[in-house]
């Protein structure tokens, strides 16, 4: 399971005491979340899964997959959202970063931006956090226009996609602006939010990859 130190530069102290009450209830959080009993431990298994992959793929330079669900990139540091407690990949970028790696990089290829992800490290110019997804829709953000402020203006990389697009039109997305944007960063890791609805045979969105 993800430690307190692993969840606490994410996540605020309130917040996670909170979620700690719900261990062994069934508790709504929001409209979208909530937890049955079991939630809170399984959702640390979660994110302490992500953090162990991030850091197995770093140390023997080699690709990892853990498999868990969601991506968690909606969880904000403070609240709950769209079936996310914990922000896995976010806990995972900022634990790379706790041990040394100097600069992460994030490509979130859900269907819906990842709200949670891109405010964990909005002012950060160490993450580089990359989103394509489909525009307008869930949670409302993402616009080309968020790019980062403060020092970390400029590490956020929106990709706001129409409705309906294809393959075509991602690969050219990821070819003209994905691609060069890692490649100038210059990451010692990077980092998939690997959601999946958008996918053409997803029921809820509208993409058709």
Known sequence: PATGEELSPIHTGAYLEMLRKTAGRAVMLD?????????????LLATGAAVDAAQEAYDARTATV???????HHAEADRAMAFCLFNNVAVAAAALRAKGVERVAIVDIDVHHGNGTQNSFYENPTVLY?????????????????????????????????????????????ESQVIPAIDAFRPDMILVSAGYDAH????LAGMRV
């Open 31 to 43: 409209p979208d979340t909530f937890t049955s009993p079991e939630s809170y431990e399984i959702a």
């Open 66 to 72: 853990p498999l868990l669900r969601p991506p968690a």
């Open 130 to 174: 990359i989103s394509s997804h489909q525009f307008p829709y869930y949670p409302g953000t993402g616009a080309a226009d968020e790019i980062g402020s403060g020092a970390g203006r400029g590490a956020t990389l929106n990709i706001p996609l129409a409705a309906g697009a294809t393959d075509d039109v991602y690969l050219r997305a990821y």
């Open 200 to 203: 053409e045979r997803d029921p």
